[in-house]
């Protein structure tokens, strides 16, 4: 038995020297990883935007939200159409993406272990789809 | 000298970071999944699958007394027994992930693949034995790969393989008698 034990411990293993594709390897993983998580500070200015209406409607008397928004659109068109549709348009299509490809490169996990993992990912998904919806009301 | 909690800590800032603990460690777990599968191209896809878990949970991993490395051992034996159990083909974790040149990727794999598929057939003891303890259960190839193959302590193997050592020990012995009954039957 100890003889046997030995054997196993000394016997030639095969090992390795040198891998050729690990530093691609390497690359491509980080470089998966850098894509799928999107900064959301891009959303913060039409965030920004909203929570300045929602004050104004606290201290102008007779003013909504809506009311407000609607204003905005017709005073400053495309910097409204910019914030309020096209960066949520554009988070929602890349951060959907995102999900895609956490989902993929983690090899379909079960739905618990996938929101874990994306979570920040469908928040700004959610928040995007909050200012299209406010926008267009 | 960054140490491995400071590497972790900037990991978590910036993904960008985990390059260093791959180039750091892919070379030993590759090696110790090779010894586990005796196959090139299941080796390259368990390594890779085991280093694409370990970058998306890396924001959970904490140190509570386990090391990186003992981490990244677990998460790779885990993946072993899973390619085990299961033994069907996933798609290639290489046609999940993006190369900057697919085709030089391919060449630098392909010239790993020959290299290493010539080192295993010079070890041809090595692969009696090891196909021999894949007919054993599974927790009896963990500890046996860990321990003669891998030559680690029964302290290590038993934080890899989250056990006590009293476990692990006679683990070891009943393995061992039933390795060396199948090896005397080749």
């Given at each position: ?40 500070w891009w959303l913060s200015v039409p965030l920004y935007m909203l929570a300045a209406l929602l004050m104004k409607t ?5 003013t909504?939200l809506i009311s407000l928004i609607h204003e905005l659109t017709r005073t400053q068109k495309y910097s409204s159409l910019f914030f309020f549709v096209l960066v949520p ?38 928040v995007s789809?909050l200012l299209l919806i406010i926008y267009?009301l | ?186």
């Amino acid at each position: 038995m100890e003889n046997f034990e030995e054997k196993l411990a000394n016997m030639p293993k095969p090992e390795i020297s040198d891998l050729k594709h690990q530093d691609m390897l390497a690359n491509a993983l980080v470089t998966a990883r850098d894509k799928s998580v999107l900064s959301g500070w891009w959303l913060s200015v039409p965030l920004y935007m909203l929570a300045a209406l929602l004050m104004k409607t606290v201290f102008v008397p007779n003013t909504t939200l809506i009311s407000l928004i609607h204003e905005l659109t017709r005073t400053q068109k495309y910097s409204s159409l910019f914030f309020f549709v096209l960066v949520p348009v554009v988070f929602i299509v890349l951060n959907f993406m995102a999900v895609k490809r956490i989902h993929y490169l983690s090899g379909n996990p079960q739905t618990m272990k996938l929101l874990q993992m994306v979570w920040f990912n469908l928040l700004i998904i959610v928040v995007s789809l909050l200012l299209l919806i406010i926008y267009s009301l | 000298m960054v140490t491995e909690s400071e590497l972790i800590r900037k990991i978590k800032d910036n993904p960008a970071e985990f390059s260093a603990i791959f180039n750091l460690y892919y070379k030993p777990i590759f090696g110790y999944i090779l010894r586990r599968t005796g196959n090139f191209d299941d080796t390259a896809d368990i390594a890779a699958e085991t280093f694409i878990r370990a970058f998306i949970h890396i924001k959970k991993f904490s140190y509570r007394g386990v090391s990186f490395k003992v981490w990244l051992y677990r998460i790779a034996t885990n993946e072993v027994n899973m390619f085990f159990r299961h033994q069907k083909k996933q798609q290639s974790v290489f046609d999940r992930v993006d190369f900057t040149d697919k085709t030089l990727f391919n060449h630098y794999l392909q010239q790993d693949r020959e290299e290493l598929e010539a080192e295993l057939q010079q070890h041809s003891q090595f692969l009696e034995v090891l196909n021999a303890l894949k007919t054993l259960p599974e927790k009896y190839q963990n500890v046996i790969s860990l321990r003669y193959f891998e030559g680690k302590d029964n302290k290590e193997i038993a934080m890899i393989l989250n056990m006590n050592e009293g476990t692990l020990k006679s683990l070891l012995s009943r393995g061992v008698e039933m390795l060396r009954k199948k090896c005397n039957q080749i």
